[in-house]
């Protein structure tokens, strides 16, 4: 613990605290050195609760925000929900998609055409497709389903990836 002369300003540091008045080794002056205040645990207990609660109120609050930026910048998103094939009349597999786009945000939107892009293994684009999804306009909070069959085979076809042409190109 650390004390101070009240007379000549002298810095002492101490084990402890001492049991009765000590003597500056400087100037002479005694003086009564008071033992620091203990911290109450409860309001201490308090005070990191609080301070919990804080952060806690802090990050909901920028999740939020944050959730509210992206719908306010993508309030249409096209979910893929699943991948299927099929075989035309000529005997070749081609993939069948489904999936649905959603209206996130509380006004109503005009639905753009979605890409539908195809990958091969290495990540390249091996087909783009665009098609028009059978909702034109979708209201606040809505979803309409889309299916849509792809022209070329699946061979070499490692990932198949869906979006809304005004926001994926």
């Known amino acids: 613990m650390k004390t101070v002369c009240d007379f000549c300003k ?19 002056h005694t003086w009564v050195v008071q033992p620091p205040q203990r911290q109450n645990p409860i309001l201490v207990f308090i005070a990191a609760l609080c301070a919990l609660l804080a952060a806690i109120m802090f990050a909901v609050v920028v999740l939020y925000q944050n959730q509210v930026k992206e ?3 993508k309030p249409l998103i096209a979910e893929l929900e699943n991948v299927t094939t099929s075989i035309d009349d000529n005997g070749i597999n081609h993939f069948v998609v489904s999936g649905r786009v959603v209206n996130r945000s509380g006004q109503i939107y005009g639905v753009p055409e ?16 665009r098609f028009m999804p ?5 209201d606040a909070g809505k979803s309409a389903g889309f299916l849509h069959t792809l022209s070329v085979p699946i061979e070499n ?5 869906v979006e809304l042409e005004s926001q994926g190109e």
Do not use: F, H, M, W
């Open 10 to 28: 002298t810095e002492y540091s101490l084990d402890a605290a001492p049991i009765g008045p000590v003597k500056c080794a400087v100037c002479g």
């Open 71 to 73: 719908i306010q910048e």
């Open 114 to 129: 979605l890409v539908v892009t195809s990958y091969d293994a290495n990540g390249n684009v091996l087909d783009r497709q």
């Open 134 to 138: 059978s909702a034109t306009l979708l």
């Open 157 to 161: 076809v490692d990932k198949i990836a």
